[in-house]
């Protein structure tokens, strides 16, 4: 089983004198685990690559038997070293990337998902340094992308785009967005909801549309951010069984 892909790495460690366990994504297989073996000292075929972050073109082979894969060489293509510059563009960048790896799939969908993170990675990088809605803008078009989280845009049960008169209702059970006609006459009336107000639907709306550079720029009033961080924080945890909690991302 050999082969070569592009990769981002997400997390790299060491075991014995200079061999390197590597976790990685590729745009055909999903999240993967090599090994490097003598990466520590190789300079010649892994020089500059195995840091976390760095996106690389790698050849893998399969170990006999196929128990493992491993690395045979890689070529350098983008390190964002923007990250590095600031701490907290270092810390968006880990954010994002320790709930990419817990909630993607596999080899489905694990194209459209490497773009998403490649594009987050490199926004956190360059430019301005993001702000504090990044990471749930993150957590949000993940989730949308691989078919999790509904568009909080238009009412699931009559398909009426909102903003609209009245306040729209998010029934987190169901997973389901309802206008205030609808939610008038759904569980959503009755049941627990949460609230999403007209700015926190255009908000959801620009960041499924946009790309992860131009979420920098949205503008949010504490409302509407409020609201948002609710619906998609609470959502992945009651749907996809992931919280942050002490500092990290785990499986509840």
Not at 136 to 151: E, K, M, N, T
Not at 165 to 173: N, Q, V, Y
Request: glycine share 12%; charged share 25%; aromatic share 12%.
């Amino acid at each position: 089983m050999d082969f070569t892909d592009r990769a981002l790495i997400l997390r790299v460690g060491r075991f014995r004198e200079s061999d390197i366990w590597v976790r990685l994504m590729t745009p055909s297989r999903g999240v993967l685990q090599a090994f490097a073996f003598g990466g520590s000292r190789s300079r010649r075929r892994f020089c500059g690559c195995l840091d976390t972050f760095n996106q690389v073109l790698f050849t893998f082979r399969g170990s006999r038997g196929g128990r493992y894969l491993y690395l045979t060489e890689g070529t350098l293509l983008d390190v964002h070293a923007g990250l590095r510059a600031e701490p907290s563009r270092l810390g968006v960048a880990r954010n994002c990337a320790d709930f990419f790896e817990l909630v993607s799939l596999g080899p489905a969908g694990s194209g459209r998902a490497y773009d998403l993170l490649s594009e987050a990675l490199a926004a956190a990088s360059d430019g301005v340094a993001p702000a504090g809605l990044f990471p749930i803008c993150f957590r949000a078009r993940l989730a949308f992308d691989q078919g999790f989280l509904p568009p909080l845009w238009i009412c699931s049960e009559c398909g009426a785009e909102l903003p609209c008169p009245g306040a729209a209702r998010f029934d987190l059970r169901g997973g389901r967005l309802y206008c205030a006609d609808c939610a008038a006459v759904s569980g959503a009336a009755r049941g627990a909801y949460l609230p999403c107000g007209g700015e926190t639907s255009r908000l959801a709306r620009a960041v499924m549309e946009r790309e992860p550079r131009e979420w920098k720029a949205l503008a949010a009033g504490p409302d509407a951010r409020r609201e948002f961080f609710d619906i998609v924080d609470r959502f992945v945890r009651f749907h996809l069984g992931v919280g942050y909690e002490d500092g990290g991302f785990r499986r509840l």
